[in-house]
């Protein structure tokens, strides 16, 4: 599909369009943004080897000396831990109007970007 995708995106209407992002954004965007085998090789082994642990869930607070309370998905028990350090896998901000870039924020401010009328 990938040579389509532009095509197929352009004919669709608007209500369509926020359909597909409201229903599919987390599987597209996992699926859009993989990442390179090489970095794949590299994470797996980390995971394997105990270095990383990937969490899907919701860091609740962190403390100054990155002791993490996090509540994972599916449950409401909240689990401390020490962290040496913490990544945001939420992909990328959609919305440029809330972004903190100071570049594009100043674009948007200025008139000289904005959103499109699904907020990517």
Same mark, same amino acid.
């Given at each position: 599909?990938?040579?389509?995708?532009? +095509?197929?995106?352009?004919?669709?209407?608007?209500?369509? +369009?926020?359909?597909?992002?409201?229903?599919?954004?987390?599987?597209?965007?996992?699926?859009?943004?993989?990442?390179?085998?090489?970095?794949?090789?590299?994470?797996?082994?980390?995971?394997?080897?105990?270095?990383?642990?990937?969490?899907?869930?919701?860091?609740?607070?962190?403390?100054?000396?990155?002791?993490?309370?996090?509540?994972?998905?599916?449950?409401?028990?909240?689990?401390?831990?020490?962290?040496?350090?913490?990544?945001?896998?939420?992909?990328?901000?959609?919305?440029?109007? +809330?972004?903190?870039?100071?570049?594009?924020?100043?674009?948007?401010?200025?008139?000289?970007?904005?959103?499109?009328?699904?907020?990517?």
């Amino acid at each position: 599909l990938r040579p389509f995708n532009q +095509k197929i995106w352009q004919n669709w209407p608007s209500s369509a +369009k926020r359909r597909f992002v409201e229903h599919t954004k987390a599987w597209w965007d996992i699926h859009r943004h993989r990442m390179a085998p090489e970095v794949y090789a590299r994470v797996t082994e980390a995971v394997r080897s105990g270095r990383i642990r990937i969490v899907a869930g919701r860091v609740v607070e962190i403390e100054p000396d990155f002791t993490v309370r996090i509540q994972q998905r599916g449950t409401q028990a909240l689990e401390t831990l020490k962290a040496a350090r913490i990544y945001d896998c939420m992909g990328i901000a959609r919305d440029i109007s +809330k972004t903190s870039n100071g570049v594009v924020r100043s674009l948007v401010e200025r008139g000289l970007a904005r959103p499109d009328p699904l907020h990517l």
